[in-house]
């Protein structure tokens, strides 16, 4: 049977730890949401150079290790894990946000780029009032998805130290000598976040479908 | 030329061997895992597929479980905690059997949905030429189905090389980990061995993509 007196004894290091990952996942969420859509317009704009940097990015980004960026963010850089860890994630989740975006601009009509710009919109102006807002229905459930990922990924904070949950549990395991129960509390705190979205990411996705 | 001298110190044979067997030993991981958790996948989304009461259900349940945990939990869970309840792996084997967990969680969702999406009425006819609901399964919806999911195998394939490095936190000698000992030797490293140690992923992960690319596209 499960040792209850861990999680009680150490609930203010649980609930500390789950207020990190919370915390560090919305802010990564947010960053990574307005650099992918930099990226996703970058990409799609019509001067070369931009689609040059935006595909680089993607491509390389999308292709090595989180955890490698997340090293690279803290060794490289003068910041503490917490922070080397959400700028580690949001460089990581932008790319993948920005192909979700990418796809959500390219489903939106052709015709409506070219009406928004017959009515004497600039390109810029066309993209942010009339093809983003459309593009962004489609966004949501992949960029939920995005998110359930940057949840599990902020896990990768414990390796730099960065006061989330997985460390607060590592921490709490090295303390008791009591891993087993230590970690499968971890991993129902993670599910108390992870198991919700995943249900509303997949009822907006049955929708969705229902809808085409 | 300051900013060049490690570069140059660091990229000598001995180092990009090291740095070479260290991803041998990533994708001796990754290949093993992948064999693995294509076979329990398989088996664990053919199982809910075929909707038998409870059995189907209770994987569900396992499975959706295992998706929403973090890969790093499990490869910690794995190493130190199943040892108090007297499992022992070593490291390689931990690795391995972490990494086959989580992903055969994420190959049961592929080839579910991949089943999923071929028509009910070939079910049917399959039935109504006489074939039991097996041999259906086998000779009229598994082909199908297969060729279906050979995209989202590669692209599971490459996050699963890329989830490899996870496993440094156990000390597993992979091409992360490699590059760790040596940029430990000098702080000017670290730019160096972090520029080809990404390089070297990107390489076989770019490959990777493209393949699954050409093969969405066919």
């Given amino acids: 049977m499960l040792d209850f007196s861990i999680l009680t004894n150490n609930i203010d290091l649980f609930l ?18 307005m650099l992918g859509t930099l990226l996703a317009v970058m990409r799609i704009a019509p001067i070369k150079p931009l689609n040059w940097i935006g595909t680089v990015y993607v491509e390389f980004i999308r ?36 192909e979700a975006i990418r796809a959500g601009i ?8 070219e009406a928004a710009r017959s009515t004497g919109l600039t390109y810029g102006q066309a993209m942010r009032m009339v093809i983003l807002p459309q593009a962004i229905k489609i966004v949501i459930p992949p960029l939920g998805n995005q998110f359930i990922n940057l949840v599990k990924n902020s896990s990768l904070l414990a390796v730099v130290a960065g006061g989330d949950l997985m460390y607060q549990g590592d921490l709490i395991s090295a303390k008791t000598y009591v891993t087993f129960d230590t970690y499968v509390f971890v991993a129902l705190f993670y599910l108390i976040i992870t198991i919700p979205l995943s249900l509303g990411v997949g009822f907006l996705e049955k929708r969705m479908a229902r809808s085409n | 030329m300051d900013f060049l001298a490690p570069f140059i110190e660091v990229y000598k044979p001995d180092n990009l061997k090291f740095l070479l067997e260290g991803f041998g030993v990533t ?24 909707r038998i009461p409870v059995v189907s259900p209770l994987l569900a349940v396992i499975i959706e479980t ?8 499990i490869i910690f869970f794995t190493y130190f905690a199943l040892p108090e309840i007297g499992i022992e792996m070593e490291i390689t084997s931990a690795a391995i059997a972490a990494l086959t967990v989580f992903e055969s969680a994420m190959l049961a969702e592929i080839i579910r949905s991949g089943l999923n999406s071929i028509e009910k009425g070939q079910i049917e006819a399959g039935r109504a030429s006489g074939l039991s609901y097996i041999q ?12 279906r999911m050979v995209p ?15 496993a440094v936190v156990i000390a597993l000698p992979d091409l992360l980990h490699n590059g760790q000992i040596i940029y430990a030797q000098k702080g000017s490293y670290v730019a160096p061995v972090f520029v080809i140690v990404a390089l070297m992923y990107f390489i076989v992960n770019f490959a990777l993509s493209q393949i699954a690319r050409r093969l969405e596209l066919k």
């Fill in chain 2, 66 to 73: 295992i998706r929403n945990l973090p890969l790093l939990l």
């Fill in chain 1, 106 to 113: 390219m489903s939106v009509p052709k015709g409506q780029m």
């Fill in chain 2, 152 to 166: 989202p195998i590669v692209s599971q394939f490459i996050s699963l090389l890329k989830d490899t490095s996870l």
């Fill in chain 1, 63 to 98: 292709n090595i290790p989180v955890l490698v960026i997340v090293f690279f963010t803290f060794l490289a850089g003068n910041f503490g894990g917490m922070t080397a860890g959400t700028i580690g994630l949001t460089i990581y989740t932008a790319a993948f946000i920005a």
């Fill in chain 2, 136 to 147: 259906t399964l086998r000779y009229i919806v598994m082909p199908q189905a297969l060729r």
């Fill in chain 2, 27 to 50: 994708l001796k991981v990754a290949a093993i895992s992948i064999v693995l958790s294509f076979i329990i996948g398989g088996l664990i989304g053919t199982l809910r597929y075929a």
């Fill in chain 1, 16 to 33: 500390e730890g789950f207020k990190m990952t919370i915390i560090t996942s919305l802010i990564a969420l947010l960053c990574s949401f």
